[in-house]
């Protein structure tokens, strides 16, 4: 079924060839989705101790070698974040907790998941197979076998869809999205809105600001709601460069990512300088 036009018509984003669509298959989220969220924006920031483990757990989901789709690996953040609001785990748990939760997204999300046996090996073994199937059982029991939980990976794809965005374009806001995955700073952002702010911030970043609107209209948020969201994952984007964890950064500085980290960030000044002309425009319009 075609997407419904949105109230303002732009012309779409020019593609530099065929393989620049986006080839992943449409989206349609009700209202009933989007309620789901609600349990997250409940759920604040941890302390520093609990931030330095949620990064080691991170670093370990990142690193995994398999083939497998973002949405595994966003399931598999999620799981970590929502296990380590009710467990404390020690130290020499965190890979353990890492890849179980790495495995039991695989399972949900992915149709041929990689066995038991291939965790344990990128694991170098340092666990027992009894061991991983306690701590599985311990995720289930702890998050009440509710696992299906809302993803801003969904959300970015299908605000792509709808602003006929290339690759490229998604492909940084992916990359935007996936340096909040670290950070517990934005737990408590619904999915939608942090990808929403996500790829807001990469229409501002290419010069495709006259997409807002559009974005807004299939979003739900308006982008007044966003700015605030968007000036912080500028700063994040501008000053996690430096950061001990280079996985993120390794893996987007590839060809196959079309090296959106050579994109610079937005200045400041220049950033609040597009939001105040959008917001202008958005005046005008009214």
Not at 119 to 140: G, S, T, W
Not at 179 to 191: K, V
Request: aromatic share 10%.
């Amino acid at each position: 079924m075609p997407l419904p036009l949105p109230p303002q018509s732009s012309k779409p984003e020019p593609r530099k060839s065929q393989s620049s669509k986006i080839v992943s298959s449409d989206y349609d989220y009700d209202q009933t989705e989007k309620m789901g969220e609600n349990d997250q924006a409940k759920i604040s920031p941890s302390s520093p101790k609990g931030m330095l483990k949620k990064r080691s757990a991170f670093e370990d989901l990142t690193n995994m070698s398999f083939e497998m789709n973002h949405e595994t690996l966003y399931l598999a953040v999620k799981l970590v974040d929502h296990y380590l609001m009710e467990v404390v785990c020690k130290k020499d748990k965190l890979q353990l907790l890492g890849s179980t939760a790495f495995m039991i997204a695989a399972k949900f999300e992915e149709p041929c998941p990689p066995c038991l046996d291939d965790f344990l090996y990128i694991c170098d073994d340092i666990y027992r197979r009894d061991e991983m199937l306690a701590m599985e059982i311990n995720i289930l029991q702890t998050l009440k076998f509710d696992i299906n939980i809302p993803i801003a990976y969904h959300f970015l794809r299908r605000y792509a869809r709808c602003v006929h965005a290339n690759m490229k374009t998604l492909t940084l806001s992916r990359f935007i999205c996936e340096m909040t995955l670290q950070e517990y700073d934005y737990i408590q952002e619904r999915a939608s809105k942090l990808a929403a702010g996500s790829f807001l911030l990469t229409l501002y970043m290419k010069g495709l600001g006259h997409w807002a609107p559009t974005l807004e209209y299939y979003s739900g948020y308006k982008t007044s709601e966003l700015h605030p969201l968007v000036r912080r994952l500028n700063v994040l984007l501008t000053f996690k460069s430096c950061d001990r964890l280079k996985t993120v950064y390794s893996k987007y500085s590839h060809q196959a990512f079309f090296e959106v980290t050579k994109i610079p960030p937005l200045g400041m000044l220049k950033l609040e300088k597009i939001m105040k002309s959008d917001h202008e425009a958005k005046g005008l319009a009214l």
